[in-house]
Structures are given as C-alpha cells and as structure tokens.
C-alpha cells in the first residue's frame, strides 16, 4: 500500500508542473499576443482571457507545489516569484489601455526574467542575510 500512495503522490506532484508550466505558457502567449494585437479589443482578449487565467492557474500550482513540497510562501524566490509575477500583471494590465512601446514590454518581461530566475536558482533568505 506504501508504494501505491507514494506512486499517487509522484503522479499529482507531476500533474502540478504540468498545470503550472500550463499557465506559465497562457500568461506569456496572452502577453506576447496582447503587444502585437492591432487593436485595443484584441490586446484586451489576449490579456483578460489568456494572461490573466494562465497566473492565475500559475500562482493556484505552484501554491499547491509549495505544500507537496513543505516550502513556505515566505521563502525569498517564492515570495519574490509571486510579488514580481504580479508587478508583471500589473504592467501588463497598464499597457492595454496605453500605446506599445519598449518600455511597457520590458516593465512585463524584466519582472518575468527576475521570476525565471529565481525559479530556477532558488535563493533563499538564509542564503542572503
């Protein structure tokens, strides 16, 4: 019975990547296609109907990531993951209503760097101080 639950166990973990790096890819492409929509009613569906659910389902796997995982929200990459993913929504929400420009695809793709960053290093507040 041990080795069935453990099998279960490793199946929903790796369900979660899957729906995690499912959103990732929802909050980029509606990103990538809300700044080479022509017109303000695209660049609205690309941002409310792709980009916003596709976080959304981000932040809802990896939360549940971090409780498979026993890593608290207030690490320094997840809570950075989180803080600067929202300050990319947020400037991703701006440009909808604003013309395009390089300053409005960089206020959304540096803060989604910094996050792919610390995805991938994991730093943490021991590391730190």
Do not use: C
């Not at 890819?25 to 980009?51: E, N, Q, T």
């Not at 701006?94 to 960089?106: D, E, L």
């Not at 910094?114 to 994991?122: D, E």
Request: net charge positive; charged share 10%; aromatic share 12%.
């Amino acid at each position: 019975m041990a080795g069935a639950s453990h099998y279960w166990g490793t199946v929903f973990h790796h369900v979660l990547h899957v729906l995690k790096f499912f959103g990732v890819m929802l909050f980029a492409g509606g990103s990538v296609a809300s700044f080479v929509a022509r017109d303000s009613v695209d660049r609205r569906l690309a941002v409310h109907a792709l980009a916003t659910p596709g976080l959304l389902l981000t932040w809802a796997a990896g939360y549940a990531l971090s409780l498979t995982l026993g890593v608290g929200l207030r690490e320094l990459w997840t809570f950075g993951g989180l803080v600067l993913s929202f300050v990319a929504h947020l400037a991703l929400l701006r440009s909808v209503n604003h013309m395009r420009s390089a300053f409005a695809i960089g206020s959304v793709a540096l803060p989604l760097f910094a996050v792919l960053l610390l995805m991938v290093f994991r730093p943490t507040w021991a590391g730190i101080l």
